[in-house]
């Protein structure tokens, strides 16, 4: 059976590469390639196995707003630690139920 199909001229010199460096004819290089294909592709539909497409909710705390584009690096990663240290304050507080009192502030 004959048929045409338009393949990128990338992919087609990778076939006629393909062909040539096996000693074998392009047509049948390609139908090589779209069996394995179509065999792997087969097996993963056989073999049962569902793939769950729901990802699971994952509840955290909002941070503050602040606007990147207007803080140095520096600025930055010192935010991200303040929210980071806030954070670990909180579960801190929620674990063992009072208050984190920082003595180094006062």
């Given amino acids: 059976m004959s048929t045409s199909v338009e393949l990128p001229d990338a992919l087609l010199s990778e076939l006629k590469l393909r ?11 390609v ?7 179509m065999a792997s592709s087969m097996a993963a539909t056989e073999s049962g196995r569902t793939v769950n497409k729901q990802l699971p909710k994952i509840k955290v705390r909002p941070f503050d707003r602040c606007n990147a584009k207007t803080l ?9 630690k303040e929210q980071d240290l806030q954070s670990e304050i909180e579960q801190y507080e929620k674990a063992f139920g009072h208050q984190h009192v920082d003595r180094a502030d006062s």
């Fill in 31 to 37: 139908a090589d390639v779209l069996h394995a294909a």
């Fill in 19 to 29: 062909a040539e460096r096996e000693g074998r004819k392009l047509s049948d290089v």
């Fill in 72 to 80: 140095s690096q520096q600025e930055w990663c010192d935010w991200i």
